[in-house]
């Protein structure tokens, strides 16, 4: 692996916690992802699933994570399957994890091979009734393909069809959402690597580059800093470009007097982070994008002020939209007037900030959590406002990660240059 070895005693106590949850006459099966075909005889390159690697560490494909806290004989309690290497999986694949390294990385103390999975589990089914299953659960988000704890669900059922059903993800979701403090280091450094990224764009970017050249330097430093690489495609986005929400196809030139606003993120050990700064990209704000820039950089302090305990995205987000509202008023994109006459389900201020301004992060860039959830110290929330002016040819959106704290948060990427004057300055050294 990329990374230092995440001490075991993380996912020892992710499983404790889990483990609380579970009646005592349950179990809990959680698999690895799948290998996802790509085309051909190859796979897309392969991504832990983050619940597995939340209560395993294990990156190895086909591994099954089980958990049986009330079962009488300890040695049932938690174990680990993982595939068994043969000689021409070594050849072609290389070298996979033997019984005491899976041990090691996991901290589960019974680690066997796949083999032995089904005799194991038919040993313990019968004592317990409850069968607890990890299928994803987005609101909004329905992948077409069934994943492998989807068919495994269907072939337990049929093998054992008077057992009760029920969801793991629940549980996951709350867990994840506070994060251990092994988590915050692994993401303070995910956002560690994104800022020297940042540092190597400002002295890169020049009238005539590629969006993909610039792309290609977040990719740089990032590998090159022991990251899995990008925790989502990265956008780089020159001029009108920027107004493209999703624009992920970083194939145009920057050209002299645009900005290039660039979202970007290293993924460390699996854990995200995510950033978005927004540049001259010949060195030098003209008057009107420091205007905008500055009334954005305005947005983004004062949204980062309301992220405390106690809040949720959605009640710190209206307020966000109503500083928005005084600030598009200021940068005459519409009057007060104009407020005062719109349709108040269709405000005027959504034209030019149609986006949420935060959302939970951590194993994934959208982690779990709700707009509703309330914020506890230990969160990471994005924040992330911007304003997009199609007309103009502009887009802007500042973003950082930050840690919500007993007293407030702690702004995990305060250090990553935001202020105008230190983006020139460092872009013209
Ligand atoms: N990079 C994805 C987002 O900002 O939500
Ligand atoms: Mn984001
Ligand atoms: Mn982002």
Request: proline share 4%.
């Amino acid at each position: 692996m990329k990374y230092d070895l995440v001490n075991a005693n993380l996912f020892k106590k992710n499983r404790k916690k889990l483990a609380e949850k579970l009646s005592s006459s349950s179990m809990a099966v959680i698999h690895a992802n799948d290998e996802m075909p790509r085309n051909g005889d190859q796979f897309f390159p392969y991504r832990q699933n983050s619940d597995f690697f939340y209560l395993t560490g294990i990156e190895q494909e086909k591994s099954v994570l089980v958990l049986c806290p009330g079962i009488a004989d300890e040695k049932l309690r938690e174990i680990l399957f993982i595939r068994k290497s043969n000689k021409n999986l070594e050849i072609w694949e290389g070298h996979k994890l033997d019984l005491d390294e899976a041990k090691e990385i996991s901290g589960v103390s019974q680690v066997k091979f796949l083999e032995e999975m089904d005799a194991t589990l038919l040993t313990m089914l019968f004592e317990i009734s409850d069968i607890y299953l990890n299928l994803p659960e987005f609101a909004k988000f329905k992948p077409e393909i069934e994943s492998r704890d989807f068919r495994f669900l269907n072939e337990l059922k049929n093998k054992y069809p008077l057992h009760s059903y029920k969801r793991l993800a629940p549980f996951l979701k709350e867990l994840r959402l506070t994060k251990e403090q092994e988590e915050i280091e692994l993401i303070k450094k995910a956002c560690s690597i994104t800022g020297d990224s940042f540092h190597r764009i400002l002295r890169f970017v020049k009238p005539g580059v590629l969006e993909f050249e610039v792309e290609a330097e977040f990719t740089h430093e990032f590998i090159k800093q022991g990251a899995v690489g990008h925790a989502y495609p990265p956008i780089v986005a020159s001029g009108k470009n920027a107004c493209v929400l999703h624009y992920v196809e970083n194939d145009k030139i920057c050209n002299n007097g645009e900005l290039l606003l660039m979202d970007f993120g290293a993924e460390y050990a699996n854990y995200s982070s995510d950033c978005s700064r927004t540049i001259p990209v010949n060195g030098k704000f003209t008057k009107r994008q420091r205007e905008l820039y500055e009334a954005t950089l305005r947005v983004f302090n004062y949204a980062k002020s309301l992220m405390v305990p106690g809040t949720t995205i959605n009640k710190f987000h209206k307020e966000v939209c109503k500083l928005w509202e005084e600030e598009h008023i200021k940068l005459g994109l519409y009057t007060k007037k104009d407020v005062a006459n719109q349709d108040k389900d269709n405000p005027l201020w959504f034209n030019y900030y149609m986006h949420g301004t935060s959302h939970f992060m951590g194993l994934d860039v959208h982690d779990v959590g709700t707009k509703d959830t309330e914020f506890k110290p230990g969160m990471i929330l994005t924040c992330e406002p911007g304003i997009y002016i199609p007309n103009e040819q502009v887009g802007i959106r500042l973003e950082n990660d930050i840690l919500i704290t007993t007293d407030g948060n702690e702004d995990l990427m305060a250090n990553i240059p935001i202020e105008p004057d230190e983006i020139e300055t460092i872009m013209n050294s």
